[in-house]
């Protein structure tokens, strides 16, 4: 790879993306292609702390790499691969949880929240989960981590694991800095929009789906939960209206002036339809190449086979040094 800095990046594929994982990470993601050494990847160990249906975990692994791909990152410049096809990372989990400190893991807010959320099964992978993740980007030496908010804390965690492991053996592995992206970063829920829109809400027009149809996507925008005012403007205390126009702004390019300046004196009804307009539109290439992918089997799993065999060859570069510094004699 040529000299430029590593990000990698990871998804769950739990169900099909949302309008917020595409504007928050995926469409970045896509941007740092020219910029980085990108290495992005299916999470599919990841997902299964949470119970999961095998046949639904399998159909939502390969649609999750198809969408990738729908969404613009190409596999000729970035590497796109499943987790699981490189055993590096479960190898990698092991030595570096003998790392890290009972304590420490018990601090993880998402633990928290998602043992209680599925209290009839806390399992030892939810609570170690942070360290499967440490490995995933230890592993590559990343430079930049793109991550949501709500991974700030793991990433965190895996500079102190990793400068803890650097400490006893002596240097391993590059710490690696969260990139948090600032404008369209957190997509709120269009029905309550003071919370993150998130794929495992109840009501189903909280959340767009990436590819749904023009006319549900419009529907559900319609619908979004606004103010008593009447004005577009953006302003503190318009949670609902300042979600439309910062997803409006994504889509279309437009600021905030040019947004407030177009629907001056037009109603909310107006502003949701352009924004649902907007966002269709915006999305319809993904809808297609998707499909077209999804057509090609074949062509997938040449990627992501090819993904797998790069993302294994760099891993172990690093998986070979972590054995080496920590006493482990070599089988030949
Ligand atoms: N845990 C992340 C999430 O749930 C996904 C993920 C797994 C990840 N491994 C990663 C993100 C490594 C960044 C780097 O969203």
Known sequence: MEDKKII???????????LGNYIGAVRNWTKMQEDYNCIYMIANMHAITVRQ????????????????????????????????????????????????????????????????????????????????????????????????????????????????????????FKLPEAYITEVGAKIMSLQDPTSKMSKSDDNPNACIF?????DTIIRKFKRAVTDSETCVRFAEGKDGINNLMSIYSVVTGKSYDDIEREFEGRGYGDFKIAVGEAVADHLAPVRESFARLMANKDYLKECYTKGAET????????????????GFVPSR
């Open 311 to 326: 993302a294994t060859r760099i891993a172990y570069k690093t998986l070979s040094k972590m054995y080496k510094k920590v």
């Open 8 to 18: 990698l990046s990871g998804i769950q594929p739990t169900g099909t993306f949302t």
């Open 53 to 172: 249906g095998p046949a639904a975990l399998r159909n939502h692994t390969v649609e999750a790499y198809a969408l990738l791909l729908a969404c613009g990152i190409d596999p000729e410049k970035s590497v796109a691969f499943i987790q699981s096809h490189n055993p590096a990372h479960a190898e990698a989990n092991w030595v570096l949880a003998c790392s890290t400190q009972f304590g420490e893991l018990s601090r993880m807010t998402q633990f928290k929240a998602k043992s209680e959320k599925h209290p009839d099964d806390i399992n030892a992978g939810l609570f170690t989960y942070p360290v499967l993740m440490a490995g995933d980007i230890l592993l590559y030496q990343s430079d930049l981590v793109p991550v949501g908010i709500d991974q700030k804390q793991h990433l965190e965690l895996a500079r102190d694991v990793a400068q803890r492991f650097n400490q006893k053996y002596g240097d391993t």
């Open 210 to 214: 990436i590819l749904e149809d023009k």
